[in-house]
């Protein structure tokens, strides 16, 4: 039995809704890429949201216009939402329903986003670089969900912001944006538990990936990065009461033409302590990548941070291991630890790279660290060292020099 429960407008999207199914039909809008389906969605959200069965609300083929949606649950059972259409966001940030978020999930238990659909944030903000905190889709509170097939383009800022979720996988996903855009990261994670990427494209202007504070239990495989600025545990150490990044493993991925390869990267003069550890990557492809396997414990966007304060991060139990291709830097190893709190259980093991640049040959830098190596040649490993007598606890210091 089909129920009609609302008709918006004569010539409107209307919905249908079955004993399992909300469905959101928009042929009569003739795929209309001016039609506003912003009422209409958040109508069928409502109703699928509500229903005792599983729910489904459907976006068909097409050229859409949304302001802006946060589908919020709790839903009272499992819900889907299939995306098959390509939906455009507003191009001025003051035209968004909400200032930082396009569209948002909010509190949803076993949530199935697909459908093969685009969501285009319109932005012009590599033009401009004036762009607010305006992501393409966020996942807040988030449990026991897929994302699947989609395809991000041109976001504001991050594409998909993942935080406070819990078992979420995102695979076979799309995110583009130019290379000079800004803080246009792929997704981004934070505080967040058991969080997995696989079969990702992802190339836009900064990270690929990007793991904040309290990122713990998160698999990051078969992704291709580039262009972008790499795979990115932080930054952290910049505020107050983070939480620790705990268990990351980094697998079969490939990056190209990226600044960066992997990398750890926590801000000096951090106001408490916090912890990174148990971070593992192997099996990397690099393809012309600038910086191609970093620790940085120095890291500083800006003109000055106040480097004479040295991070309170403590990074221990990380490994890079079958780290192979070519670097565009003569740099191609650099793990630049804190002198506060020296890095433990650094390894590298199986690292071959080659130097496609006009610098002179590669070489590594590294700092307050004594990684052990594994089938490395000498040049990237770490192999010339001076010892400090400056740290407090008595144990040496390992203060690579650049070879």
Request: proline letters at 5%; a positive charge; one cysteine or more.
């Amino acid at each position: 039995m089909i129920i009609m429960l609302k008709l918006m407008y004569l010539c409107k999207p209307f919905i249908i809704v079955s004993v399992d199914v909300a469905r959101l039909r928009m042929n009569h809008v003739h795929r209309n890429p001016s039609s506003d389906i912003t009422l209409a969605l958040a109508d069928a959200w409502r109703d699928a949201c509500s229903s005792p069965w599983p729910a489904k609300v459907v976006i068909p083929e097409g050229e859409y216009y949304l302001r802006g949606a946060i589908l919020r649950g709790p839903c009272k059972s499992p819900i889907e939402v299939q995306v098959q259409g390509y939906l455009r966001a507003p191009q001025e940030s003051s035209q968004l329903l909400q200032q930082n978020t396009w569209i948002g999930f909010q509190y949803v238990d076993r949530l199935t986003l697909f459908g093969g659909g685009t969501f285009d944030g319109q932005s012009n903000c590599h033009k401009y670089k004036s762009c607010q905190s305006n992501r393409n889709l966020r996942f807040d509170f988030v449990t026991n969900s897929v994302i699947e097939g989609i395809t991000s383009l041109d976001s504001k800022n991050f594409h998909i912001n993942v935080f406070a979720c819990r078992n979420v996988t995102f695979q076979y996903v799309t995110i583009t944006a130019p290379g000079d855009s800004v803080n246009t990261d792929g997704i981004h994670i934070g505080r967040s538990f058991g969080v997995t990427i696989d079969h990702t494209t992802i190339g836009t202007g900064d990270d690929c990936v990007s793991l904040g504070d309290g990122s713990q239990n998160i698999v990051v495989t078969n992704v291709t990065c580039g262009p972008g600025h790499g795979i990115s545990i932080g930054s952290l150490g910049k505020y107050p009461n983070e939480e620790p990044v705990v268990g990351v493993r980094v697998t079969n991925c490939t990056l190209t033409n990226t600044q960066n390869g992997v990398r750890i990267k926590t801000w000096p003069g951090s106001p408490t302590f916090t912890t990174a550890s148990h971070i593992h990557f192997q099996d990397i492809t690099m393809v012309n990548v600038s910086n191609p396997i970093s620790i940085d414990q120095e890291y500083c966007p800006y003109t000055y941070c106040g480097k004479d304060d040295p991070s309170k991060v403590k990074i221990s139990d990380i490994s890079f291991t079958n780290i192979k291709g070519s670097s565009a830097t003569p740099v191609a190893v650099k793990l630049m630890c804190s002198r506060k709190i020296p890095c433990d259980g650094v390894g590298l093991t199986d690292v071959d790279l080659t130097n496609i640049g006009s610098k002179g040959p590669l070489t590594s830098q590294c700092a307050y660290v004594k990684p052990y190596i594994t089938r490395v040649a000498n040049a990237l490993a770490c192999a010339t060292w001076s010892y400090s007598n400056s740290l407090r606890s008595g144990r040496n210091l390992t203060n690579l020099l650049t070879r």
